[in-house]
C-alpha cells in the first residue's frame, strides 16, 4: 500500500470535531489556520494553526474536561 493511500484511511478514521476549523481569533494557544492537530488539553483532534496547541473551544474555555 503507498503512503498516500494509508495517510488516507488514517484521515478516514479520524474523528474531527469541525472540518471547517474555527475562525475565532487567535488565543491562549489557539489560533485558526489548515492543520491538523490534537488539543493538549482534551486531546481531541482540531483544524488549527500549524502552532496551535489547544483546540478554539479549550483556549476559549467554553468546553467542560472530565
Known amino acids: ?11 478516514n478514521k479520524i474523528e474531527i470535531r469541525n472540518w471547517n476549523g474555527d475562525k475565532r481569533p487567535k488565543l491562549n494557544g489557539w489560533a485558526p489556520g489548515n492543520y491538523i ?8 483532534q482540531f483544524i488549527g494553526d500549524k502552532g496551535a496547541i489547544h483546540c478554539a473551544d479549550c483556549a476559549y474555555g467554553t468546553k467542560e474536561h472530565p
Open 37 to 44: 492537530s490534537r488539543c493538549f488539553i482534551c486531546d481531541e
Open 1 to 11: 500500500m503507498c503512503y498516500a493511500t494509508e495517510q488516507a484511511e488514517k484521515l
